[in-house]
């Protein structure tokens, strides 16, 4: 025998099955023939707005949807696994995490139809942020189908290079005049959600949401773009904007107790994120405003300099701010500096000693902002909130220090005072 009488064995490295699963995923995509594939990706919001673009076309379609997480193209191939031979919309988001992930994901996807959204950065994006922003994305058009549709954030200078990669048709939104889908009217001051008007050509139509801040506008308005160049007419998509809920640790507001509501955004700790939160907290109407901030992510500054950032934003937003984690001190000392008055600026070395100090400071009619990935009150998967729009007691937040309940305060709460 060739082998004797052992039976050989071949160890499967993780890249290799990955390989396998992908190669897999490309020839099975080739026989779905019947499934329009709609691939979602770019900065801020592709989670938002594949969530959207699957519930307005699943009004008159069979949708399946992938998304939140760690959307990789590993995520991706086993989301075209399950898709089945049918006439169906399969949406897609695809994040780019790595260099070559867009052109992985896409050589998997062969989208029909690409949505790409922007970033809106504090500071405009350098040439060389730009350029390799452009180069990835550029993979889509690629391996877009020869009759595919780009979809494209109008207001971000490195979404709209890609205009002229190919023959494809394009449409953008956005707030600029130029937007083949224009954004106007957004209001979305606390306790409002979210509403603004679209207008395409001689048509318009008002957008009432359940969504929470004025981030969420452009991603809103790719998922009705891509829904009307599907063949929805603009008022049916407008209204259907209306069933989505905010997502878990979204910008997802939670009934407390005691009468106040805790807006849960713990979910990303990008300087986006944090910066899109704080502004719309210094907009909100209520009888406090109210923030427990961590330290956030930016490769660009020290946690020195972003310590700073965390405070000087808290000073202008805040009625009362509690620091957590590295660097709370510094954030602490900025926002006194900023103007804060000292006793109103707190800090705490754990983020669970600031959550169980919260809990009980909250009173009926306050507003809290929670916005320190350390408390997580749900694992990370874009699962939906309540269908009610996020406004539900939830057992996991409503005990804002539940978790914490085991760790003794061995100190007082430290508040810094004024020199």
Same mark, same amino acid.
């Given at each position: ?24 995923a ?7 023939l ?33 998304s ?31 260099k ?9 996807? @062969?989208?029909?139809?690409? /949505?790409?959204? &922007? ?6 994006? %350098? +040439?060389? *942020? #730009?350029?390799? !922003? ?23 200078? @490195?979404?709209?290079?890609? /205009?002229?990669? &190919? ?6 939104? %956005? +707030?600029? *005049? #130029?937007?083949? !889908? ?111 901030l ?42 006194v500096?900023?103007?804060m008055?000292?006793p ?75 020199e």
């Amino acid at each position: 025998m060739l082998f004797g009488n052992k039976i050989p064995t071949v160890r499967l490295t993780g890249s290799i099955v990955q390989s396998v699963v992908r190669r897999t995923a490309i020839q099975w995509r080739r026989s779905l023939l019947q499934t329009e594939v709609i691939a979602v990706s770019g900065g801020a919001g592709k989670t938002m707005a594949a969530h959207c673009l699957a519930a307005i076309l699943g009004r008159d379609h069979a949708v399946t949807l992938s998304s939140g997480g760690h959307d990789s193209p590993g995520r991706t191939a086993k989301a075209m696994l399950r898709a089945k031979q049918r006439r169906q919309v399969a949406v897609v988001e695809a994040a780019l995490f790595h260099k070559g992930d867009m052109e992985r994901h896409s050589a998997i996807l @062969r989208p029909d139809v690409a /949505v790409i959204l &922007g970033w809106r950065p504090s500071a405009p994006p %350098g +040439q060389a *942020e #730009r350029e390799a !922003f452009a180069v990835e994305h550029w993979a889509v058009t690629r391996h877009l189908h020869p009759d595919g549709l780009l979809i494209l954030d109008g207001d971000d200078i @490195r979404v709209m290079s890609m /205009v002229d990669r &190919g023959r494809y048709k394009v449409v953008t939104f %956005g +707030q600029s *005049e #130029r937007c083949n !889908f224009r954004i106007s009217k957004i209001q979305s001051a606390w306790p409002k959600r979210l509403s603004f008007r679209i207008t395409s050509g001689l048509r318009s139509a008002d957008v009432q949401t359940n969504l929470v801040g004025a981030h969420w506008a452009n991603a809103v308005a790719a998922a009705i773009a891509t829904a009307v160049n599907c063949g929805m007419p603009l008022d049916r998509a407008a209204g259907a904007i209306g069933k989505v809920a905010p997502l878990a640790a979204r910008m997802q507001p939670v009934l407390l107790p005691p009468g106040a509501t805790l807006l849960r955004d713990e979910y990303s700790s990008s300087r986006l994120s944090l910066d899109a939160a704080l502004a719309w907290l210094g907009t909100a109407r209520a009888g406090r405003r109210v923030a427990l901030l961590g330290d956030f992510d930016d490769p660009t500054l020290s946690l020195e300099q972003r310590a700073r950032h965390l405070g000087q934003q808290a000073a202008q937003t805040c009625d009362l701010a509690l620091f957590a984690g590295p660097g709370s001190q510094l954030a602490a000392q900025a926002a006194v500096e900023a103007g804060m008055p000292a006793p109103l600026a707190v800090f705490f070395e754990s983020a669970e000693e600031a959550a169980l100090y919260l809990e009980k400071e909250l009173a009926e009619g306050d507003l809290a902002l929670l916005k320190t990935p350390e408390l997580r009150l749900l694992p990370a998967g874009g699962a939906e909130a309540d269908p009610h729009g996020g406004q539900a007691n939830d057992h996991r937040t409503a005990n804002i220090g539940g978790r914490a309940r085991h760790l003794a305060l061995t100190q007082k709460r430290e508040v810094l005072e004024a020199e």
